[in-house]
């Protein structure tokens, strides 16, 4: 432990496994303490395994091994209020905040062809309203701390396009434009705001059923080049570990940060 976040607080979302977990590991490892949020329980339509509190209580252990303390609600992102109660309890016990990470989402491999509108409108809530839940339970506190940061998970999905899911594709482009323009409003709070964009990242994501979804998807167009995996869910073929932007630096990978005021 190095000690760069010794004394602040980080909030994650979707902290039970996979990337945010590390997030919530890593940060504490430098000192954070977490508040952390994830549904643990069915997620709705997708192929893979869902988180369990199981999994919860690995993220807890794993925090606490390290000395830190973590207080976890089991709570999905698109209930605003549900999560802004936590939230604000949790910053009254805990005595501030300083980092939210906006790790939560789903994905849903489908053709354009077998989206049905529920699994658009799903993908929608989770991806976007509930990381703009997010921010808005956390963003208050930063500005009330007088400054602090914000990274929301995109995807490469939201630089260039997902293959075969354009549900998927359009909310990661939008996450990427809430960076940006969260990162315009809340820079004259010393806030900064950015997204990072992950390719393949070996996490329970590609469980169940989800590399016989892709390959079917990916089936529909024969004619197209062999497809590479550019975002979190799909094929683990050699594990790779997911970073933790830090909080007192803008990541290596990012669309938005704070302005220049």
């Known amino acids: ?22 997030h919530a590991v890593k940060l504490a490892s430098e000192g954070a303490d977490i508040i952390a949020v994830d549904i643990a329980g069915p997620l709705p339509l997708v192929p893979y395994d869902s988180p369990t509190m199981a999994d919860v209580d690995e993220t807890v252990r794993l925090v606490e091994e390290l000395d830190r303390r973590i207080l976890f609600e089991q709570c999905d992102t698109r209930d605003l209020e549900k999560m802004r109660a936590f939230v604000d309890a949790s910053v009254a016990n805990l005595g501030r905040l300083d980092v939210v990470v906006g790790n939560a989402g789903i994905c849903i491999p489908a053709t354009w062809d077998e989206t049905t509108p529920d699994m658009f409108q799903t993908t929608m809530d989770i991806n976007v309203v509930g990381t703009w839940n997010t921010v808005m339970v956390g963003a208050p506190h930063l500005v009330t701390a007088g400054g602090g940061s914000i990274i929301l998970t995109s995807s490469y999905a939201g630089k260039k396009m997902q293959p075969f899911m354009v549900h998927y594709t359009a909310s990661k482009h939008a996450v990427t434009g809430m960076t940006r323009a969260f990162a315009a409003e809340l820079g004259k709070h010393n806030i900064r705001v950015n997204s990072v964009h992950p390719g393949a990242v070996n996490t329970p994501m590609g469980s169940g059923d989800m590399i016989a979804a892709i390959t079917h998807t990916n089936e529909s167009n024969p004619r197209s080049p062999a497809w590479e995996p550019r975002s979190s869910p799909p094929t683990p073929p050699r594990p790779r570990t997911s970073r933790t932007p830090w909080p007192s630096s803008p990541p290596t990978t990012r669309v938005s940060s704070r302005p220049n005021t």
């Open 1 to 22: 432990m190095t000690g760069r976040l010794e004394g602040k607080v980080a909030f994650i979302t979707g902290a039970a496994r996979g990337q945010g977990r590390a």
